[in-house]
T-cell receptor, first 113, second 113 residues
């Protein structure tokens, strides 16, 4: 079975400082991993995805994530937070040869001016 | 532009009533999914379909049903609404394939009194 654990339910950062959102996964096989973002009262939007092509994945809006098999982690980072980054972020796993997604519980990001 | 829409966006109903939430996509995607979002749980899969006439149960399917008579639509029916089904419901669609990206609708907020 595939699952993800988001290690922080809430992260608060100052504008212009780095953002780190932590995600660990559990998978019997080499999974596909995603980060989705949900702004208040909106649907979900794909930030980036890992497909085994490269361990460092770059996404939209300056976000990137690094797949570390030895640590079973897929942490999301951004060098400099912007007020518009305030949102809910979901780490998501999908097993090979399956289209279903399993979501983490989410991390709420607050950005202080 | 292609899109995925949900209706209604907000719905209040009473316990025991039958409710149907609509989902329509214009991407011609084979795969369609229904999730519910509850605080602390992320998104949980209710039902999914990989093509016309195909439907499958997800992890929280009790009390819900879907039907797929064409490519564009996957309506979700609550047979007899319960207060535990108060939630935000998201529909998603995808083409299919490895590391398949799902595209989400804007959501329907359902309140069961």
């Amino acid at each position: 079975a595939q699952s993800v654990t988001q290690l922080d339910s809430h992260v608060s950062v100052s504008e212009g400082t780095p953002v780190l959102l932590r995600c660990n996964y559990s998978s019997s096989y080499s999974p596909s991993l995603f980060w989705y973002v949900q702004h208040p009262n909106k649907g979900l939007q794909l930030l980036l995805k890992y497909t085994s092509a490269a361990t460092l994945v770059k996404g939209i809006n300056g976000f990137e994530a690094e797949f570390k098999k030895s640590e079973t982690s897929f942490h999301l980072t951004k060098p400099s937070a912007h007020m518009s980054d305030a949102a809910e972020y979901f780490c998501v796993v999908s097993p090979p040869n399956d289209y279903k997604l399993s979501f983490g519980a989410g991390t709420t990001v607050t950005v202080r001016a | 532009d292609a899109e995925i829409t949900q209706s209604p966006r907000h719905k209040i109903t009473e316990t025991g009533r039958q409710v149907t939430l609509a989902c329509h996509q214009t991407w011609n995607h084979n795969n369609m999914f229904w999730y519910r979002q509850d605080l602390g749980h992320g998104l949980r899969l209710i039902h999914y379909s990989y093509g016309v006439q195909d439907t499958n149960k997800g992890e929280v399917s009790d009390g819900y049903s879907v039907s797929r008579s064409n490519t564009e639509d996957l309506p979700l029916t609550l047979e007899s609404a319960a207060s535990s089904q108060t939630s935000v419901y998201f529909c998603a669609s995808s083409v299919g394939g490895q590391a398949d990206t799902q595209y989400f609708g804007p959501g329907t907020r359902l309140t069961v009194l």
